[in-house]
């Protein structure tokens, strides 16, 4: 197999807080991303799942050096960026691009659709031609399916995902070769956010993009990735290959959200909750519960779950997962005949 | 059954600099007593101004004709005086984004106790001892400390439960929830999902849901109103819309869920083009320019099938045990009046 474009190692990031009153103040500190580690392939994509405040979108900035990691390495192409001056970075820019979750706040208001798409141009190529901008924006509304007769519109005038499509074509202007979405389909509605999925998926395969694509639904990464990690609380608790991860996940945290996306189907619907279990809310980011972050929450823990902390560890078939028993539980999910 | 909230031929037009856009044509429905009824449709469906018009909470430049009645009250002849005794108290609502529909600067005591002070003339003791056991019934651990708190102190999801807990202390008849869960992870909105099908057994309450996402309410709706650029399309029985859709709209709708209970693994099901600009309505049937199965005579007004169960479709495919109550030649009241 080829070398990965993108290795992550054991990265971490953490903030610093307070609490207390003006006199009792003390500094807390927050660990926002904890030691994670992953590699990435040219045309492979990476599904981040977790729920809010489990550091996907703090580890997506952070591959960027849109925030300082306190630990770890992004090799990007053989080079450390984290080892980068701002300067340097910018440069790198070019090849790591991002397309963010509100596509309606993520574009100036005041600007064209076809100065926002340009603008990444101006700001890396300040020489190049005027009319060659205009031909490469109008090519690249075309790509991402926006008609190039609206590239003198402002945003209001677009829908939440013709937005989106701005967002992408901004993202994608300069050719990048690594692609982070985070939670590009969650602002927009069910029916449009498969139009996005769709086209996410096509421009990957006709450009070759690695690609990170960030959800808190696991229904959403599954038709787009290659394999999937699931984070909880800034650590990864599993990272598995696609179609053995849908079939059966390895670890319970996992499983818990399989179960809480809803189905369309009342009968099913009723069938399934039935059987969902997943309780209460991730604990506080400042009071991490000793041994498995997610014990608390996990119904098939054991003693051991509470004392240690489960190691991410390597499967015979190549799969990751972070839980004592991953071997002994079996999650597998039913999947009803497709029809 | 007797119909709790019956609603008549609802229009909503706003005043723009760039003339009337009507958000909201001839919509008609009843709501039964401990009915839930779930108004489905993307953005600019008009679902959200249809409610908030018989709330009379309207934008300014927005204006509302028909009727709805609230126990043969009509709503909209009401001044708000007397609107203000039926809001909150009879009729309560929830609006989708919990972290902006709470004070930042009031303890969730505050204002939850005002709500009773105000309808139910507790005094404050009451009203927190009400609050409190509010708080417990939408299960936040811990109740009489944690109504001391501010709202930045719970998470989304409790904030969302405050809120469904402001919405029940009246006890209302009707709660009305727009798009509660949809600012919240999967897996607070099944735990929301499942506390509201609860309360909604424990009480008499009638229900009305108002999602994009089809899925959000199989398991608790009734009956379910699709909603196109301002009009019905599709009504029936959840059961009804779910196994036995009609119009291509709502079939596209059902497509467009990404499903994990099926094994397939293909492309995933879009409805293709965007939701259509309220200004520039396409003639003749309003979804034809993204509709699958869109022929010649789609470019006139499509009648709409009933059948004696309530069930509609508005379409010129023929609806499955149903004759047409509106024909096609005959223009809409929306044009009648204009």
Redesign the interface.
Known sequence: MSKPVLRVQDLAVTFTGFTGGIFTRRERQLRAVDGISFDLHAGETLGVVG??GSGKSTLARAILGLVKPGRGRVMWRGEDLTALDEEELRQKRKELQIVFQDPIASLNPRMTAGDIIAEPLWTFYPNMARLQVEERTRGMMKVVGLLPNQINRYPHEF????CQRIGIARSLVLNPKLLVCDEPVSAL???????I??LL?DLQKKLGLALIFIA?????V??ISDRVMVMYMGQAMEVSEKQRL?KRPLHPYTN???????????K???E??QA?W??G??PSPYQRPKGCIFHDRCPFRVKRCEADVPALRRMENGDWVACHRAEELDLS??????? | MAALLKVKNLEVAFDTPDGEVKAVNGMAFELAEGETLAIVG???AGKSQMVLAFMGLLAENGHVTGEALFRDRDLLKMKPRELNEIRGKHIAMIFQDPMTSLNPFLTIEKQMAEVVMHHQGLRRDEAREHAVEMLRAVRIPDPEERIKQYPHEY????RQRVMIAIGLLCEPEILIADEPSTAL???????I??LV?ELRKQTRMSLILIT?????V??IADRIIVMYAGEAVETGS??DI?YRPQHPYTR???A??????????D??????G??PNLQDLPEGCRFRDRCTEAMDQCVNRPPVWGAEDGRTSRCFLPMEGGEIVVETVEPVAAEEAG
């Not at chain 1, 829908?159 to 013709?162: D, E, L, M, V």
Request: aromatic share 2%; charged share 20%; proline share 6%.
């Open positions: 729920e809010s829908s939440g995902g013709q509605d069910v029916s449009i956010q498969a139009q999925i769709n998926k808190h639904d696991l229904s959403v599954r038709h849908y818990a959200l399989m179960k809480s996306v809803p189905i369309p189907d009342p099913l619907a009723a399934a909750r969902s997943l309780t809310d991730m999910i039913q999947v009803a005949a497709s029809c | 993307e953005s600019g998470s989304g999801g409790m992870d999967v897996t607070v909105q099944a735990q999902t499942e099908s994009h996402d089809l899925a959000a199989a398991e959840v059961d779910f596209g709708l059902l467009s869920v990404p499903r994990l209970d099926r094994a397939s693994d492309e995933l099901q879009a409805i293709p965007n939701p």
